[in-house]
């Protein structure tokens, strides 16, 4: 059993992780790790948990949480380590052998470390420590003064460990490793002026003066504007021991005592992905280092951080720019405000915006996001998460490390691992006011480790199932998108072609409607179609579009259209799902019960129920009344063309 503090707090056994509940929890966990076997009064748990007055059963939420860590720790087998969570009058101890603990192991390590008596064995022993690291110390705790002072002073003895292992590299004369793992920390720490002093000595003996002497000038800008201050003694020293050494003939200064040539297969390494000398500090990325203390991005690209602060200088916005010639949809969008707005809950407001292939539930999103952006001022992420997409879905961990890398976490503190990520990610939104929209969802474990957790946060996700799951236990409140009406599809075909087109003719633009099930997606490849024919009627294209066996290549415009999005819905299903959908292509009207589709497909009631119950979910049949299904147009000539497919 582990016990991490270096990062996301969690409890590591070896049939994986722990469920360690929510902040305050953790937080208790938390606070007794930094004290293990020390009694740690009631008094001040409860003072470390709630920053403001804390409420009246402060103390019988302690008391809860403590005893449902003892349940944890016993079901996770605290027994055979010699862990015990005990009760002292008002006080409680974590009893345990402290080398489980990450940040325990990380002390001794970089105390076993000489950088100057033994460099070469100070190396290993520094990489090891700072490999302990998983992000932001104490992420996932609650935001009051103790926990920050905290982690502040992890992050110090971090920085100090990373300034080790670069002097342990100086002192064997790798200055390219020792000026690539300074580097990073450099840029997260702007205004730490012993950092940024060694990072111009080990740029100087790479032969990089001008990179040093900017850092020197770059330092000293932020100084004034932030602080009103300087440069201090050693930021001034390390600026005129290298002026001295280039007035004395460029010469680089000699390197510490001890030091020893590189090897030449790791000098090549360095070398071939370092920067050219004379280039500018931060333009051009340093090499990853095996410690993760190095990485690989430029400075420049994201603001820099303000100082233990993990906040980038502007907020994200992510959104896809607004859907062009967005109409009505006038109370999917006021269910959206109704269901994203209410604070009353005590929630995160959860919102899915469910419906049929090509009927535009994304751009209803979109919209809806651009609309209410100002209300979200710490920003608005988007992320296509490919679930009736070409390919794979997109996992968790790819979309989290966006997100983060999107609100400024430096790229070699972003976790691995999904729950690692998804842990910092609700920590460093808990507190902003942010929107978060998810495309293209398939499930709700796809969603869950992406939504945020902060109260002031939004989130809506689309999908072509109901993501029922999010409902139950997530609380979201469902959005359901239908297809346009008459009168609505007219409007979006004159908002495409023009009213006065679409005036010519208004039965014409009546049947298209029809054509195209109503479905956004199939009339604006419609509108495409004339658009590219501007002598055409709209009679015309009706009337090609009601022969069947082109109607559904007719309505494809290039890369989109509305066999295309059937496919990928198409392509999510069971093989026994997607046979009952053929099945039920065949039926004359489109109408039928569930003895009827049971009869066509030739399953017995029960199995032929189960498959309408998905089908119904995924949007690709619809219930209309109890045992009372319709199956449209569209996606019956698409099942009936990949059944004649199949069989050909």
């Not at 920050?148 to 002073?153: E, F, K, R, T």
């Not at 370092?274 to 603001?303: I, L, N, Y």
């Amino acid at each position: 059993m582990e016990f991490s503090l270096l990062g996301p707090i969690a409890v590591t056994t070896g049939s994986g992780e722990l469920a360690l509940g929510p902040a305050k929890r953790r937080s208790v966990l938390a606070l007794l790790l930094l004290q293990p076997n020390t009694t740690v009064p009631l008094e001040q748990l409860i003072d470390s948990l709630w920053e403001d007055e804390p409420p009246e059963h402060a103390r019988t939420v302690v008391q809860g949480h403590v005893s449902r860590l003892r349940a944890t720790l016993a079901e996770g087998g605290a027994d055979a380590y010699g862990i015990e969570l005990a009760t002292h009058g008002s006080a409680y101890l974590l009893r345990l052998p402290e080398e489980l603990i990450d940040a325990h192991r990380f002390s001794e390590l970089v105390a076993l470390a000489r950088p100057e008596a033994a460099p070469a064995d100070a190396v290993p022993l520094l990489r090891e420590a700072l490999g302990l690291w998983r992000g932001p110390a104490l992420t996932g705790t609650v935001s009051s003064p103790p926990f920050a002072a905290a982690a502040h002073a992890l992050e110090e003895r971090r920085l100090t460990a990373v300034e080790a292992l670069a002097r342990s590299h100086g002192a064997l004369g790798e200055n390219e490793q020792a000026a690539a793992i300074l580097y990073t920390a450099a840029v997260n720490h702007p205004l730490r002026e012993g950092l940024i002093a060694a990072l111009m000595r080990a740029l100087f003996r790479t032969g990089r003066q001008s990179d040093a002497l900017e850092w020197f000038h770059r330092t000293r800008r932020l100084l004034t504007e932030e602080l009103g201050v300087d440069p201090g003694e050693r930021l001034r020293g390390a600026y005129e021991e290298i002026l001295r050494a280039e007035a004395a003939g460029g010469s680089k200064p000699a390197a510490p005592a001890g030091a020893r040539p590189a090897n030449d297969l790791r000098t090549a390494r360095s070398a071939a992905a370092g920067k050219e000398p004379g280039a500018q500090p931060g333009r051009s990325p340093v090499p990853a280092q095996a410690d993760g203390t190095a990485a690989g991005g430029a400075e420049g690209t994201r603001p820099a951080a303000k100082e233990g602060t993990g906040r980038t200088g502007s907020a994200p916005r992510l959104l896809p720019r607004p859907p062009a010639r967005f109409l009505g949809r006038e109370n999917p969008l006021a269910a959206l405000t109704d269901a994203l707005t209410d604070r009353t809950t005590g929630e995160s407001p959860l919102a899915v915006v469910a419906g049929p292939a090509g009927v535009g539930k994304t751009a209803c999103a979109v919209q809806w996001a651009h609309q209410h952006a100002p209300g979200f001022p710490d920003g608005q992420l988007f992320a296509d998460l490919r679930g009736f997409g070409e390919g794979d879905e997109a996992p968790p961990a790819e979309i989290l490390r966006d997100f983060l890398l999107a609100l400024g976490t430096p790229p070699e503190r972003v976790p691995t691992s999904a729950q690692a990520a998804s842990a910092l990610f609700r920590s460093l939104v808990a507190d902003r006011r942010l929107l978060v929209v998810l495309d293209n969802a398939r499930s709700s474990a796809q969603v869950r480790p992406l939504l945020p957790g902060g109260l002031q946060c939004a989130t809506i996700v689309t999908s072509r199932s109901r993501l029922d799951g999010l409902v139950a236990t997530d609380c979201a409140r469902p959005v359901g998108l239908q297809v346009l009406g008459y009168e609505e599809g007219a409007a979006l075909l004159g908002a495409m072609l023009g009213t006065e087109r679409v005036a010519e003719d208004p039965d014409a633009a009546q049947e298209l409607v029809a054509l195209c099930d109503g479905l956004p997606l199939a009339l604006r490849a419609a509108a495409a179609q004339l658009t590219a024919r501007p002598r055409w009627k709209l009679a015309r294209l009706a009337s090609a579009l009601r022969d069947e066996r082109r109607r559904l290549a007719l309505l494809s415009a290039e890369d989109t259209g509305i066999a295309a999005a059937l496919r990928m819905s198409v392509a999510r299903l069971s093989a026994d799902d997607a046979r009952l959908l053929s099945a039920l292509a065949t039926s004359a009207d489109g109408h039928l019960n569930a003895s009827v589709a049971a009869a066509l497909a030739g399953y017995d009631p029960e199995r032929t129920q189960d498959g309408l119950d998905r089908l119904t979910e995924m949007h690709l049949v619809d219930e209309e009344a109890t045992d009372v299904y319709t199956i449209s147009t569209l996606t019956q000539l698409f099942a009936r063309d990949e059944r004649d497919e199949r069989d050909g």
